[in-house]
Each structure stands twice: as C-alpha cells, then as structure tokens.
C-alpha cells in the first residue's frame, strides 16, 4: 500500500503536464481567429465529405478479444511463473510431475483456442 | 540500514517523521523531480540523436546549423510547437480531444516509475511490478483510440483502429515474454529480476538461459517495436495511406505531447529490456570460466568497471537498446498491415507459447546455467 | 482515520464515475466513465492490501475490458455520436429490477454479518500476496484450486470459439 502512494502522484503528473503544456499554447500563440476553412478535418485537401464515423468490419472484433483472453491467461499464470520454481523444488509440498502438467495443460488448451482461430480463418486480417 | 535493498531517500524520511505516508509524499515529489529529470530530459536529446542516425544511416550530416553539430535544434523545435495554434478540427469530442495526450504520457510515467535506475534510485517498488507494468501501458492504447475516434476525421479514426489493433496484438507477445522472465527469476519484483542477474555477463537473462534467453530478447525487440509504433512497424502513420493517423488533427503542444510519449516509451521500452535480459543496472563483468590464468585478471578488470555507478551503465544499455531500435527505424522496408499482423498471431505468438513451455522444461531439469 | 477519509473520497468518485456512465448521452464517454469506477475499485483493494487482485482490476478491466470495449465502439462507431433512448416503459422495469437485486445483495450482506462491520481488517498482508495465490492455483490438494484453474482456461477456450461462431455468422 504505501509503495503505490508515489505512484498516485505519477497518475497526476501526465495530466497535469499535458494540460499545462496545451495551456501555454492557448495562451501564448497566436490565433488568426475562427475559420470554417481551418477548423475543417484534414483529408489532404479535399473538401471532407460524408461522416467521419464510418462503419468497420466487425470481424475485426475478434482480434480485441483474443486479446482480452490472451491478458486474463497472462495474469492467471503470473503468479503460477512466479512460484514455479519453488513449487518444482517441492519446497511447498508440491509435486513437480503435478505443477509440470498443470501449467502444461492451461497453455495447451490456450493453444488449442488459438490454432481453432487460426483454421477458422479469424486470424486474416482485411 | 542495508543500502542495497531500501528506498533510500524514504527511508531517511521515515526515520525523522512519525508518520509513514510524510515519506511517502516526500518521496512522490522528489520522484516527480528525478523522472522528469531523467525520463523528459533525454527526449529532446533522443529526438537530436534519431536525427542523427537516419542522416548517418544514408550518407547525410543530418542537423547542423543550431548549435554545435545541431545539438539546439529540438530545443527550437520545441519552441516553435509552443508558438503555434491549437486548433479543434469541426465536430470534434472537445473533452476525449483534449484528454487523450494525456494518457499516454500518464501511462509511460507510470512505467518510469518502478524502474530501478539503480540499487537506491527507484520511485516504487510494488511486488507485482511486472503485472502492474502490462497493466498501466495501456493507457497508452486508450489514448490512441480516443484520439483518433475524438478528431472526427476519417484518416485518424482508421489510424487509430489500425494502430489500436496492432498494439493489443503486441501488447499480448510482450506480456507472455514478461511471464518467461518472470518464469525465470521467479519473482515479479523488477529489482528482484534485476537481482536475480548478479554476477558476470553470463548471469544475464539473455545468456543465462540457453538459446531461450536469446529467443525471448529478439523477440521483445521485435514486439516492442511495433508497440512502440516505431518503423519499421509504423502502420498507424503510413503517411502514403493514412496522412499521419490518429494524430493527424492535432497541432502544437498537444501533437507535441504524442511525440514526447513515443520518446520516453521507447526510454522505459529500452529500460525494461536491459531489467528483463541485460541485467539492468548491474555492472558488466567478464566471465573467467575457472580458467587459472585468467582469474586474476579478469577479476581485476571487473573491479575497474564496477567502479562505475549503476546508474551510468543503466543509461549505457538503455542508449545501447534506443540505438538499436532507430537502426531497425532506418534500415527495414515497411510490412503491410496484414503481414503484420499474422507475424503476430501466427508466429510470435505460437513461439513465446511454445518458449514458456520449454523455459519451464529447462528450470525442471536444471538446465538453466548456474 | 486517514483510510477511512481516502475510502469515502473514493467511494464517493466511484459513485459519480458510476453514475455518470449510466447517463452519458455518448457511449464513449460512458466508457471512460466506467475508467474511474474500475479504478476506484482498485484502490479499495489495494487498501485491502490485496494487492495482485488491485492490479489484476487494472490490468482485466481497465487495460482489458474497457480497451476491448472502446475497439468495438470505435468498429461500430455510428453508435457512437448518440446513445439511443430506451421507452421510459423499459426505464421502469430496468429501475425495478436493478433496486430488486440491490435489496437482495443488501439482505445477504445482513444476513452474513458483513453490512454493519465492526471488525476491522485482521487479514495478514501476505494472505492475497501472489506467492500464496500461484501456490494454491497449483495444489491439487483440498486447500488449493488446481481444477478451477484448469477449468478457467476451458472457460476462455469456449468464449474464443463462441465469439468466432457469432463473428462467421454475421459475416456470411
């Protein structure tokens, strides 16, 4: 706990940075006053047509939630990693061949999810 | 007071002040004082030094003219970014607009912040720091995607897609590479990884785990190029495509705050590298393999480099890394997207899937060198 | 005394934060609504000194989650200029449901003892480390949790293979 109150600071420190920085552009640059012209998105020149919020594929989707999936695995098994060894040595009245397998078949059915992605053809890209 | 493994300046603190959380604060505001001074400061200089190697790299002097060999160029870059209008593009998410620099700043703080410059330099020392380091870089992804969405400009939210895909995409490689040094060490604390690299350059990650430690370092390089957004994996500004992506809207200080972020990653990017496999602030020493002869000598030579402070060959292998990352900038041509993301899904992946599962083999059957 | 003032500070942020994401107009502003609430959850435990799961709460639903979730905003992102308005006969049955499980959770916190504490936390600081929560993942034994692990990353086999089922179909 007291090792994440400096830390709280640093939360602050990003905003507080950024907002000074575009505060002292505000207030020290130059403005040539408001312009349909200026304010309009840059799209190389062209005059912009149509919304800029367009519609996606949502097959793409399924990369966000590989990920999702592959940062909960990794969460899961940092603590598994980080005892390991000691679990191994069977300090803690682990057997070696058991935690061997564990962790083997948590990665394995991991694996598993991601190779059926990959026949399923969810990997390809555009 | 055991110098090596205490918060130096806190500790000093604690010892005069009845209450805990005064050392606390007055470690936060000093901390801010030293990454500012340490993670900020070097950016301009990186920015000068990228300059220098791209024109190196294709035969031109590169910055000449402000100062000496152009070392005040960035400084009258920055000046001019200062001058310049900041404009809010029509329609645009006044609140997201404005809010999403912030984040990716926020978030590479963050990261500055547990890691240790040197055996008494370190803001926080959380024992998930590993975990903790995964979980606050993606702000910088939040960032991105707010920004690009915020701009209401069809080149920055198809940058910001693109980009957001291929972070959390790398984001996933470069997570299970962290999980394969913690495997290793066996701890999550990043001064225990440190720690757990004591000794010669063969204690060092890379080498100290056969073939693996190697595997596992070109791959990070490889995944923290394109987290970095760096070329040759700079999708999100394929400027031929995409004007220059989700921060094609922004001017002045607040575009100024983007770069500064892509600087001070790639400074914690290259940090936690040189933690995770380069042994961090750990001197280099020379091996003698036992061999008689050589004892003396060797033991003598590493005496002259530990000399040095910790810190100074933290910065050295961190400079090593940022050098190494602009080569690759100059050097490759760039993939497409979809190449770039089967490299991800179908190669790098599969791979640090398949290295965690050997790195755990070789620690069952010792083969780790000692 | 000074963590009951951070807890009420916090409780109260995450209320807003709560609140704010419920009635925002726009869904991305919801979701960064959803941010703050995240967050303050994570603050609480770290102030439970439960530490990795504080960090598992920023690295699932903030760096997880809500990234996952603002993606398919941004994929989808006609949705994003406005919310739709619910019929207010919907508002009403979601108000009555909501304060329906609010009372249920109310009624088992009672019932369990845990609504008025007057304990204060005795836990030892090491009892969520993450030393003790990798070693019970791996014990096959009556304390540990080997086969909830195990059953965890069947769990997230079957969402892969349900969300690329879903995605095919929308696709052909």
């Not at chain 1, 940062?71 to 058991?98: H, M, N």
């Not at chain 2, 024992?127 to 969405?149: E, N, R, Y």
């Not at chain 2, 995409?169 to 440190?194: C, K, N, P, Q, W």
């Amino acid at each position: 706990m007291q090792e994440y109150l400096p830390l709280a600071s640093f939360l602050f420190l990003g905003a507080f940075m950024a907002g000074s920085a575009m505060l002292t552009a505000k207030l020290i640059a130059f403005e040539s006053g408001p312009n349909a012209k200026k304010n309009e998105a840059y799209e190389c020149g062209v005059e912009t047509f149509g919304d800029a919020r367009i519609q996606f594929k949502v097959g793409y989707y399924l990369f966000a939630l590989l990920f999702l999936i592959f940062d909960i695995e990794a969460l899961f098994l940092f603590p598994c990693a980080a005892v390991f060894r000691e679990a191994i040595g069977g300090v803690s009245g682990l057997t070696a061949f058991i935690v061997m397998a564990d962790l083997g078949l948590f990665i394995f059915i991991l694996g598993a999810g991601l190779v059926y992605a990959w026949r399923k053809g969810a990997l390809k890209w555009g | 007071m055991d110098l090596s493994t205490t918060n130096f300046i806190g500790d000093l603190v604690r010892e005069y002040s009845p209450y805990s959380w005064v050392a606390s604060i007055v470690n936060g505001v000093i901390a801010i004082v030293a990454i500012m001074a340490v993670g900020v400061g070097p950016s301009p200089m990186l920015i000068w030094w990228e300059r220098k190697v791209a024109a190196f790299t294709q035969a031109r002097l590169g910055p000449m003219r402000v100062g000496p060999w152009g070392l005040l160029q960035t400084v009258c870059d920055v000046i001019k970014l200062l001058f310049k209008e900041l404009i809010t593009p029509h329609g645009a998410d006044k609140l997201l607009f404005f809010l999403a620099p912030a984040l990716p700043l926020t978030g590479s703080f963050l990261v500055l912040a547990v890691i240790p410059w040197d055996h008494n330099l370190q803001v926080a020392n959380p024992g998930m720091g590993v975990p903790f380091i995964i979980a606050v870089s993606s702000l910088g992804i939040l960032g991105t995607l707010l920004a690009g969405w915020s701009s209401n400009n069809k080149f920055s939210l198809l940058g910001a897609l693109r980009c957001g895909a291929q972070m959390i995409s790398y984001e996933v490689s470069l997570s299970l590479i962290m999980l394969f040094v913690v495997l290793m060490s066996g701890s999550a604390d990043v001064r225990e990884i440190v720690l757990s690299q004591q000794g010669n350059v063969t204690d060092w990650w890379i080498i100290k785990a056969p073939f693996l430690g190697i595997a596992a370092f070109v791959m990070y390089m490889i995944s923290a190029t394109a987290e970095l957004n760096r070329g040759p994996f700079d999708m999100s500004e394929a400027e031929q495509e995409l004007t220059a992506g989700f921060h094609t809207e922004y001017s002045s200080t607040a575009f100024a705050m983007f770069f500064l972020a892509e600087y001070i990653n790639m400074v914690a990017t290259s940090a936690l590298a040189s933690v995770f496999f380069l042994g961090g602030f750990l001197p280099f020493a020379f091996p003698d393999f036992g061999f008689a002869p050589i004892v003396g000598v060797v033991a003598s030579i590493n005496g002259a480099l530990a000399i040095l402070p910790g810190f100074f060959w933290m910065a050295g292998k961190i400079l090593f890394l940022i050098t190494l990352f602009m080569f690759f900038r100059w050097t490759y041509p760039r993939p497409r997207v979809d190449q770039l993301m089967s490299l991800e899904w179908k190669f790098l992946l599969p791979a640090n899937l398949i290295l965690l599962g050997l790195g755990a083999v070789f620690i069952a059957f010792g083969l780790i060198l000692p | 005394m000074i963590a009951d003032i951070g807890f009420y500070i916090v409780a109260f942020a995450m209320l807003v934060s709560a609140i704010w994401a419920v009635t925002a107009k726009n869904i991305l502003h919801s979701a960064l609504a959803l941010i703050g609430s995240f967050f303050g959850t994570a603050i609480l435990y770290l102030m439970l000194s439960a530490e990795f799961i504080a960090v598992a709460q920023v690295l699932v639903y903030i760096g997880g989650v809500v990234i996952f979730v603002i993606f398919i905003i941004l994929l989808t992102s006609r949705l994003g200029d406005k919310a739709e308005i619910a019929p207010a006969m919907r508002k009403i049955l979601a108000f009555a449901l909501c304060s329906a499980m609010l009372g249920t959770f109310l009624h088992a916190l009672d019932r369990a003892g845990y609504l008025v504490n007057t304990k204060t936390a005795t836990a030892a600081s090491d009892f969520a480390s993450m030393r003790n929560i990798g070693l019970r993942f791996l014990d096959p034994g009556a304390n540990g949790f080997l086969v909830p692990f195990e059953i965890i990353s069947l769990l997230l086999l079957i969402t892969v293979i349900g969300a690329i089922v879903i995605a095919r179909k929308e696709g052909e």
